[in-house]
């Protein structure tokens, strides 16, 4: 199953029943393994979590701690990006070089690499003098 293919899956097992925007997400971990996540509401805004997030949360809970690709997509328009957080989350765990796809579910993508969707990122090396 392509990353595409896995990342639509997972998106029709979001729970959003507040906004009703589904999106799913899949990553590959370095080590060639896929992780996926969707988005999880909450009444309570903003305590709900993001498809990214998920995906990453599943990747660490497995043992792995880099990303090497990322895909992204809901029924939007036009693709939609992650939002700041999940963006802080990903260069996390993944280089700069590292590509997202987003993607709707007509069918268009728009592939932009994490450095392109992160310019300026804080990272551990804003930390080295601590």
Known sequence: MTLKDQA??????????YSNFKVGAAIVAENGE?????NVENVAYPEGTCAEAGAIA?????????????????????????????RQKLIEFGNGDVVVTMATLGGVEQKMTLSELMPGAFTEEHLENT
């Open 8 to 17: 639509l899956k997972v998106r029709e097992k979001a729970y959003a029943p």
């Open 58 to 86: 599943s990747m660490i809970a497995n043992g792995q701690t880099r990303l090497t690709e990322v895909y992204v997509v809901a029924d939007a328009p036009m693709p939609v990006s992650p939002c700041g957080g999940c």
């Open 34 to 38: 896929t992780f996926v996540g969707c």
